[in-house]
């Protein structure tokens, strides 16, 4: 790769590394271009070089984040049949994903939880339905193997998503989300959910 275009793509990815920390700490709408560039040390005409816009930007970010992590856990649950280990591996892989980079849950829960902001309205929905659907086949799965009650594959694919996306909120905010977000407590939630609190294996 030629010098000039090493520093085009350390300039996009310096421009994203900064948007992120920026959209996660403050929220989307509280975050304009004027303040990105700054913080990347760029010019105004260099980000509209990368990026269309900040919408454009913010895309790129989910993209960039969720989607390739989205794939990985997708590729990891294959290799696994039962609903059970499947449940386990996708909270450990969540977990895991949160830890690498606490600014990316960040990121999505205040999307997800601040203002609404027009904007943005449905950028996140079509990843975010892709997790759900998941999580749905995992649970019909379970059904069927006998693992789980024969309820709607719905409600229970709601509910788990609960038990494990509040943790990620709660524990991504912390400094030190590693010290929270260990395989004992991704084992424990999955425990609490298929055999509740009064189980010997809960903890």
Same mark, same amino acid.
């Given at each position: ?39 990347? /040390? *760029? ?7 990368? #990026?269309?816009?900040? &919408?454009?930007?913010? +895309?790129?970010? !989910? ?58 309205? /449905? *950028? ?7 997790? #759900?659907?998941?999580? &749905?086949?995992?649970? +019909?799965?379970? !059904? ?60």
């Amino acid at each position: 790769m030629s010098k000039r275009r090493t520093t085009t793509a350390t300039t996009r990815e310096s421009l994203l590394d900064h948007a992120l920390t920026l959209f996660s700490a403050r929220g989307y709408a509280a975050t304009s271009i004027r303040d990105i560039i700054k913080a990347a /040390g *760029v010019t105004q005409p260099t980000l509209y070089h990368h #990026f269309q816009d900040k &919408r454009s930007l913010f +895309e790129e970010l !989910i993209r960039h984040h969720y989607e390739l992590s989205q794939s990985h856990v997708e590729q990891v649950l294959s290799a696994e049949s039962s609903c059970e280990a499947r449940l386990r591996l996708l909270v450990t892989n969540s977990f895991e994903f949160c830890k690498s980079d606490p600014r990316v849950p960040r990121l999505m829960f205040q999307t997800y939880h601040g203002p609404r902001v027009p904007e943005i309205d /449905g *950028v996140l929905d079509k990843l975010t339905d892709r997790r #759900f659907r998941l999580v &749905r086949k995992i649970m +019909e799965d379970g !059904i069927t193997e006998g693992r789980l009650q024969n309820i709607s594959p719905e409600f229970l694919a709601l509910s788990f998503c609960c038990l494990m996306d509040q943790p990620l909120n709660l524990f991504s905010r912390p400094t030190r989300p590693g010290r929270y977000l260990t395989s004992e407590l991704a084992n424990s939630l999955v425990n609490l959910f298929l055999n509740g609190s009064h189980h010997k294996d809960f903890i």
